[in-house]
């Protein structure tokens, strides 16, 4: 859904201790930490047309974004990508939490009719999303003992051992990342993300294409 005309319009850069907000009407600027308790004052005390642009940073974003959704705001989450395009497409160089929290109201006050309101993905989603995170943590993991185990001689029949478990691992998980694309009927829209060059399974289990919304 586009953005509605006349919005209370916020612009949000997020990191992970820290949010600064830019009001566009005033051009002022606050920050606040993030945690819940203060992003729920500050919710509370915001107008009912309130609009907020919220750069996507890892998963530090997800408290103000899931908050003020459901306290009936319009959210529009943008990633890092699309904001250095428009920071380049406008001439503008500096990057700082200040001028990126300004950037991000200026461009959802320019472009906010062409953009699509944030809404909560599917549950599977967030399941999908977890088991991912952990597999990535898992690959990390096995690639700095295999670096750090290559010299190691006298060990290495039990090294190798212990690497063939985390193997057993890495699959148990893509076996269930199978099961909750299936469950949740999503498997033939990842059968399609695959068929492009270069995209494989895991991949494809998080592309756009597979959680409409």
């Known amino acids: 859904m586009a953005m509605e005309v006349n919005q209370f319009i916020v612009g949000i850069d997020v990191a992970k201790a820290e949010l600064v907000v830019h009001f566009q009407d005033s051009g002022t600027q606050m920050s606040l930490t993030n945690t819940k308790p203060e992003i729920k004052k500050w919710l509370?005390?915001?107008?009912?047309?309130?609009?907020?642009?919220?750069?996507?940073?890892?998963?530090?974003?997800?408290?103000?974004?899931?908050?003020?959704?459901?306290?009936?705001?319009?959210?529009?989450?943008?990633?890092?990508?699309?904001?250095s395009n428009y920071r380049?497409?406008?001439?503008?160089?500096?990057?700082?939490?200040?001028?990126?929290?300004?950037?991000l109201a200026r461009y959802l006050e320019?472009?906010?009719?062409?953009?699509?309101?944030?809404?909560?993905?599917p549950a599977v989603y967030g399941k999908l999303q977890s088991l991912l995170r952990r597999r990535a943590a898992l690959v990390?993991?096995?690639?700095?003992?295999?670096?750090s185990w290559s010299n190691e001689k006298l060990l290495q029949t039990a090294f190798k051992s212990f690497t063939k478990q985390i193997d057993r691992l890495d699959l148990l998980v893509?076996?269930?990342?199978?099961?909750?694309?299936?469950?949740?009927?999503?498997?033939?829209?990842?059968?399609?993300?695959?068929?492009?060059?270069g995209i494989g399974f895991l991949t494809a289990s998080l592309g756009d294409g597979v959680y409409p919304r």
């Open 174 to 197: 893509q076996k269930k990342l199978k099961e909750l694309l299936k469950e949740a009927g999503l498997l033939e829209q990842v059968a399609r993300c695959q068929a492009i060059e």
């Open 44 to 83: 509370r005390q915001q107008p009912a047309n309130t609009a907020l642009c919220v750069e996507a940073t890892n998963v530090y974003h997800l408290d103000v974004v899931e908050m003020a959704y459901a306290k009936g705001f319009k959210v529009y989450v943008v990633d890092g990508f699309q904001l």
């Open 110 to 121: 320019r472009e906010g009719r062409e953009l699509r309101a944030w809404t909560p993905p």
């Open 140 to 147: 990390t993991m096995r690639t700095a003992l295999n670096q």
């Open 88 to 103: 380049k497409s406008i001439g503008g160089r500096v990057k700082t939490d200040s001028s990126d929290a300004a950037l």
